[in-house]
């Protein structure tokens, strides 16, 4: 299947291998000069070089390692379709959770594979990728498929729960989730405890929570507050 949808091609396809890894580098550089569908025009071991490479090689294909040096896999996919660069991108990565697909499809990448993948495999699927045919398997499109259900799921809860949410009790949540005590809260403020607990108090219920831990993790999880 590989090599009849090469055939759409005028000599091997131009491979850039981005992966912070020199022996894996290495080998997935042996791999594709074994195919005469594979021709490697260049090596990248950070996001930024990555960038730069593809400027300057202009290549078909390119293999990128999610975990980079600096500027991360994702990153680089994202800028790439964000100059408009219609350069096709086949994913490596260690994490394969339902998130990270999605991010990784979302961000506009072509394929996905598992760093435990074959190499055999790899070659194969940067044909493929290079063709025009899009690698993903079965649960890795469901899995993009849930993850979106479950960012719309949380987009109509958050659009139904923040106006309900005041500045000022955004501002409370701000200082609680850098760990300040109530008191330190009503100190930079500069209005009571008892107001600081009122604000709270409000808080929990708007978020159905109990707890400080369970009101930050709501208020995460819609995208209120950032914990880095």
Do not use: W
């Not at 990128?64 to 379709?81: F, H, I, K, Y």
């Not at 070659?123 to 890795?140: C, I, M, P, S, W």
């Not at 409000?202 to 978020?207: C, N």
Request: charged share 30%; net charge neutral; aromatic share 2%.
């Amino acid at each position: 299947m590989a090599i009849r949808a090469m055939e759409t091609f005028e000599g091997p396809a131009r491979v850039l291998i981005v992966e912070g890894h020199p022996v894996l580098r290495e080998v997935v550089r042996t791999a594709c000069d074994a195919s005469p569908l594979l021709h490697v025009v260049g090596e990248a071991r950070t996001g930024e070089e990555a960038l730069e490479a593809c400027r300057t090689v202009e290549p078909d294909v390119v293999l990128l390692d999610l975990t980079l040096p600096g500027m991360d896999g994702l990153e680089v996919a994202r800028r790439l379709r964000g100059q408009g660069n219609d350069v096709r991108i086949l994913v490596v990565s260690g994490r394969a959770d339902d998130q990270t697909v999605f991010e990784s499809i979302r961000a506009g990448v072509d394929g996905f594979l598992e760093k435990t993948a074959s190499v055999r495999y790899i070659t194969d699927a940067l044909v493929r990728v290079a063709a025009g045919e899009r690698v993903f398997t079965r649960d890795q499109e469901r899995a993009a498929i849930a993850e979106l259900g479950r960012l719309a799921r949380r987009a109509r809860e958050a659009s139904g729960l923040v106006p309900s949410i005041t500045p000022r009790e955004l501002e409370v949540l701000g200082h609680l989730s850098r760990g300040l005590t109530m008191r330190q809260v009503a100190s930079r403020l500069g209005v009571s405890i008892r107001t600081v607990e009122t604000h709270v108090a409000k808080l929990y219920r708007k978020l159905g929570a109990s707890n400080r831990v369970q009101a930050l993790a709501k208020a995460t999880d819609l995208r209120l507050i950032d914990l880095g």
